[in-house]
């Protein structure tokens, strides 16, 4: 289902709690919301739909991965960058690595692992900022 944009800074900023297999759907409300969204926006974290929960969406190239409980275990090659936001208006300028691996629960509920890196990187760091209640 399309979930409503959440805007609230004060909202925004509460850290996501972790998600369980109780929270498989919430892949849905991600896909589809992203889905309605795709011509401006290219991830999210399930607390921008209202859900405080560590779940986030990225355009991964032409799939949208969700990942449930996504942690970063590396990341190298720091670098400055000006990121923008669904829940936010304008452009702030953020720190971000160009190589990172994150671990995460996929919607069967099975521990993948990711090394990713460039702008691919870049969205799911900017997604585990909102789960970790961090505004850029």
Partial sequence: MIKNIVTNIEQLRQPSVPATKADLPLATDLRDTLAAHQDHCVGMA???????KRAIIAQLGPIPVVMFNPQLTSQSQPYQTKEG???????????RFKKITVQFYNQQ????????????????????DHCNGVII
């Fill in 85 to 95: 936001c669904l829940s936010l208006t304008g452009q702030r300028p953020t720190k």
């Fill in 109 to 128: 509920w099975q521990r993948q692992q990711l090394t990713l890196t460039d702008f691919a990187a870049e969205i799911v760091q900017h997604e585990l």
């Fill in 46 to 52: 399930a607390n921008m739909i209202g859900e405080h």
